[in-house]
T-cell receptor
Framework: NAGVMQNPRHLVRRRGQEARLRCSPM?????VYWYRQLPEEGLKFMVY????????ESGMPKERFSAEFPKEGPSILRIQQVVRGDSAAYFC?????????????FGPGTRLTVT | GIQVEQSPPDLILQEGANSTLRCNFS?????LQWFHQNPWGQLINLFY???GTKQNGRLSATTVATERYSLLYISSSQTTDSGVYFC??????????????FGKGTKLSVIP
């Protein structure tokens, strides 16, 4: 059973461009979470999605960031008009059930560098 | 939301030594996990342990939910154990119950 897959693993964008980060959950998992690790900061929750639904986006910046998890295909974290402060490692996790009493399995992360 | 505190923040070990890492959390939890972030930045799941004791090779973990702490034991440490160890928890209810809240981590350096 393949683990959580994220691509690309490394992404370089110039200021003002768009970044699209993809996450394919483990087989049979319908719950996806995105976390961000800023330099010198800890890992912070961004958003929790089920298929076609955003359940909790309390950790998402109000502007420029959006996430989706369509019926078919991977979950996408989209950052519009990137700024240098968006440079970070972005991790995706998945679980077979909701977040209560269930393990979240993490992907290898996407390292975004904004130049 | 829930607070997660880890100690010590830094730890240097001679290869072969044993160590104990601690994680305190402020509320009842329905999820507690330990991770190892290796020097290449990857997060490795170590344990899912909201209560009880588990062992996996040289690593073991114990969570005492009633006293709101968890311990990660590393025995016979190896240089490949180096990295940052994170504890993360989800509260049983209320704000943040959908998300893992991470501690700041313990940075472990194992020297030959």
């Amino acid at each position: 059973n393949a683990g959580v897959m994220q691509n690309p693993r490394h992404l370089v964008r110039r200021r003002g461009q768009e970044a699209r980060l993809r996450c394919s959950p483990m087989k049979g998992h319908s719950h996806v979470y995105w976390y961000r690790q800023l330099p010198e900061e800890g890992l912070k929750f961004m958003v929790y999605l089920q298929k076609e639904n955003i359940i909790d986006e309390s950790g998402m910046p109000k502007e420029r960031f959006s996430a989706e998890f369509p019926k078919e295909g991977p979950s996408i974290l989209r950052i519009q008009q990137v700024v240098r402060g968006d440079s970070a490692a972005y991790f995706c996790a998945s679980s077979p059930n909701g977040p209560s009493m269930t393990e979240q399995y993490f992907g290898p992360g996407t390292r975004l560098t904004v130049t | 939301g829930i607070q997660v505190e880890q100690s010590p923040p830094d730890l240097i070990l001679q290869e072969g030594a044993n160590s104990t890492l601690r994680c305190n959390f402020s509320d009842s939890v329905n999820n507690l996990q330990w991770f190892h972030q290796n020097p290449w930045g990857q997060l490795i799941n170590l344990f899912y342990i909201p209560s009880g004791t588990k062992q996996n090779g040289r690593l073991s973990a114990t969570t005492v939910a009633t006293e709101r702490y968890s311990l990660l034991y590393i025995s016979s440490s190896q240089t490949t154990d180096s990295g940052v160890y994170f504890c993360a928890a989800t509260p049983y209810s209320g704000a943040g119950s959908y998300q893992l809240t991470f501690g700041k981590g313990t940075k472990l350096s194992v020297i030959p």
